[in-house]
Structure formats: C-alpha cells, structure tokens
C-alpha cells in the first residue's frame, strides 16, 4: 500500500541551529502533503500546508519564517525548524493524499527536541 | 468553521468488552468525510474506520463500527470484544469532499484496555 515516509524519526539539535524534516511519498504523488505538530498527550494541530511548485499555506498563528517549507517535487516535502528554540520541541507529522483515494496517509512522525 | 469534539478525554473498557466512543463535528457542508484514526504509543497515524456523509449506511470494520448521525452530527465509534492492542488515542477527524483538503481533529480520547 501507498507509504509516507518520515526522516530522521528523532533528531536532538542545539537551541539557535536549524534542522530539516523530510516527507517523501514513496509509491505516490503527492501535489499536496500537510505538516502537523503534536504536543505531548494533546491532538495534532496543522501547520501548513504544502503546495508542489508554489508557497505553502499556513495556518493562522503559524510563523512563515521560523518553519520553512519546500515542496520542491511531487514525493517530497520538506519542513525546516530554522533558528530553533527549546518551545519547538515537539513531535511533528506530516500526511498526503495519494491520487484517487479520499485518505491521507501519515508518516511516521520526527520527534524534535532542542537543548 | 469546520470543528470537531470529543468531550471523552479517557476512557476504559474491560477485554473482550465493547465501548463506544463519541464524537460530534459541526459544519455547513452537506458532503463530507469522517474519519477515526487510532495513534498507538508508535504514535504511527492508523486509519480505523471512514465515513462518506452521503452514505446512509454506518460503515463497519471487523470489530470497529460507527454510528452515523447526519441530522444531529454525531460520529461515534464502537469497538467490540476489546483487545489489548486496541489501547492507543483515538482521534476523529473531519475532511470536506476535497481530496486535497486538510484534515481537522477533535481532541482524541486515550482508551485503556482492562486486562
């Protein structure tokens, strides 16, 4: 069946650096792939969502700059956390739609944590 | 605005016992998606059961079935003969009839299975 894959599945980094979240589609295309984030026992919350070939929507609230997305073909998304700080710790996942299915498929998600 | 609730933060439910778990949405659309994922400790996103709106018939799924209320927009869920590997959140989930659309959730309700 149709995989979303989520890398790297935890990443550790120091606060002022900037990491990158990818999201590839492995047997799919994806013009659409959306970015959520998930606190620690709470639902998940979007962040944006990603447009192949044009700028990502983002959510109300969400800062444009700090979480920079890329959706630079039709299997991958990218999420870059830039200048991170402790409160971006989080788990963050991300969902496509493959083609003629009315689902989303879910990676299987990075959880970040900033020291 | 599109919005779902799941006013049952935990719940639990004896093995081999059945329980149900509720939700209501609130939208203007008359077509639409629901859905019930399940997120285990993996915290991976599964897909337990979906509904389309303009199906009268409640969807089931082995031991996973839905009540489907259009008029009162309820969506609950019902597990029969509870096993330990159901224990997870259960978040239902709304969707408009666009594929491409984002994915709104409730809350999410932590089940405990009883041994």
């Known amino acids: 069946g149709a995989v979303v894959s989520q890398h790297p599945s935890w990443v550790i980094c120091k606060s002022g650096t900037s990491v990158k979240i990818e999201c590839r589609s492995l047997?799919?295309?994806?013009?659409?792939m959306f970015w959520y984030r998930q606190f620690p026992k709470q639902s998940l919350m979007l962040m944006a969502t990603?447009?192949?070939?044009?700028?990502?929507?983002?959510e109300q609230g969400v800062e444009k700059d700090k979480f920079l997305i890329n959706h630079a073909s039709l299997t991958l998304s990218t999420l870059t956390v830039t200048s991170a700080h402790p409160e971006d710790s989080s788990f963050y996942i991300c969902?496509?739609?493959?083609?003629?299915?009315?689902?989303?498929?879910f990676g299987a998600g990075t959880r970040l944590s900033v020291l | 605005a599109q919005t779902v609730t799941q006013s049952q933060p935990e719940m639990s439910v004896q093995e081999a016992e059945t329980v149900t778990l509720s939700c209501t949405y609130d939208?203007?659309?008359?077509?639409?998606?629901l859905f019930w994922y399940k997120q285990p400790p993996s915290r991976q996103m599964i897909l337990v059961i979906r509904?389309?709106?303009?199906?009268?018939q409640n969807a089931t799924e082995n031991r996973f079935s839905v009540n489907f209320q259009k008029a009162a927009k309820s969506f609950s869920l019902k597990i029969s003969d509870s096993q330990l590997g159901d224990a997870a959140m259960y978040f239902c989930?709304?969707?408009?009839?666009?594929?491409?659309?984002?994915?709104?959730f409730g809350k999410g309700t932590r089940l405990h299975i009883l041994p």
């Open positions: 969902s496509a739609p493959p083609p003629g299915l009315n689902i989303q498929y």
């Open positions: 047997d799919f295309q994806a013009t659409t």
């Open positions: 990603s447009n192949e070939g044009s700028k990502a929507t983002y």
């Open positions: 939208t203007s659309e008359s077509d639409y998606y």
């Open positions: 509904q389309e709106a303009y199906k009268q």
């Open positions: 989930a709304y969707r408009t009839m666009n594929r491409d659309d984002k994915i709104i």
